[in-house]
């Protein structure tokens, strides 16, 4: 028979574990849903993360002995899982390389959705309304400039569980000195980073130009330099047709593809448009989706 102090002993442990994990996710549900109202004033995760373990600390001092230290110890945990979930990292094979599509060997039907050029205030809440309804994960290829004037959209996009990728800060065509390209990509990961504690490892060059110092800045840095095996030409507003789009995607569609397509820079309504139809038909031929760190991180 168990040890009476064991069992008082076991009994506190499970409380205290049950109390943290419940204190902590409902804390972090209150700010994903304060991220998605944009009318209410919202610290950026980290800090709010902090926030939420300043209060729990304060908690934690009515505790004792190994209470204490075991809600520490969860709470410690649970800080590095959410740092894990801000880092889009990509492996060493992948550092440094400029990538379209991933080659499996498997054949496993994954396929990334990617957008650019925002976030637009016109488009990217309609397209993380789609992406939450169809329950999938895209990547987000964002400007600099562009995010410095909607902030509490890329807030959006990060709490919604969407990986962020570098697009330069001004998305010009010409070319760089490596300074002025330094510039053009430290100052978007500065701010990405400020504004949600998210760290990207991922870089798309503007109009898919490798050769004006860009690429070369972002290779150096260790950067994956993300290109797309399937562009939809929704960048061609005026000129594309809804059905026309889905069909740029749907005809050069592969296990392992990067489909590209765009939630800012211009009038991207026919993406809008597109978007369901383009999944339901995805979905249909048997595709998973994933985002761009996922896919390069998936064995082959
Ligand atoms: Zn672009």
């Not at 008082?8 to 902590?24: D, E, M, P």
């Not at 002995?65 to 709470?75: A, R, T, V």
């Not at 290109?227 to 740029?248: C, Y």
Request: with cysteine; net charge positive; proline share 5%.
């Amino acid at each position: 028979m168990a040890n009476p102090c064991q069992l008082v002993w076991q009994y506190r442990l499970s409380i205290s574990l049950i109390a943290a994990t419940l204190g902590f996710i409902a804390s972090l549900s209150v700010s994903v849903a304060r991220s998605v109202n944009p009318k209410l004033a919202i610290p950026s995760p980290n800090l709010n993360q902090q926030e939420q373990l300043n209060s729990k600390m304060l908690q934690i001092n009515g505790l004792i002995g190994e209470e204490q230290e075991i809600y520490q110890q969860m709470l410690a945990y649970l800080a590095e899982e959410e740092a894990k979930r801000l880092t889009f990292s990509v492996p060493v094979e992948f550092q440094g390389k400029t990538i379209r599509s991933r080659v499996l060997n498997n054949k496993a039907k994954v396929i990334a959705l990617t957008f650019d050029d925002g976030p637009s205030s016109e488009t990217t809440p309609q397209v993380l309304d789609i992406l939450q309804r169809e329950g999938i994960k895209a990547t987000f290829f964002v400007v600099g400039k562009t995010v410095k004037n909607h902030p509490q959209l890329l807030k959006q996009i990060v709490a919604d569980g969407h990986a962020i990728g570098n697009h330069t800060w001004n998305h010009h065509y010409h070319q760089y000195s490596p300074w002025a390209a330094a510039q053009e990509l430290e100052t978007t990961a500065q701010l990405i980073h400020k504004l949600t504690g998210v760290k990207t490892a991922l870089f798309r060059p503007p109009a898919g130009i490798l050769n004006n110092g860009l690429v070369n800045y972002a290779h150096q840095k260790k950067y994956a330099v993300i290109m797309w095996s399937a562009d939809t030409k929704d960048w061609q507003s005026r000129r594309i047709t809804v059905p026309k789009l889905i069909n740029n995607a749907l005809e050069d569609a592969q296990p392992g593809g990067i489909i590209l397509l765009h939630d800012g820079g211009g009038d991207r309504s026919k993406t809008v448009q597109a978007l369901p139809k383009l999944i339901t038909e995805l979905k249909q031929r048997g595709y998973q989706f994933v985002t761009v760190p996922e896919l390069l991180d998936m064995p082959d």
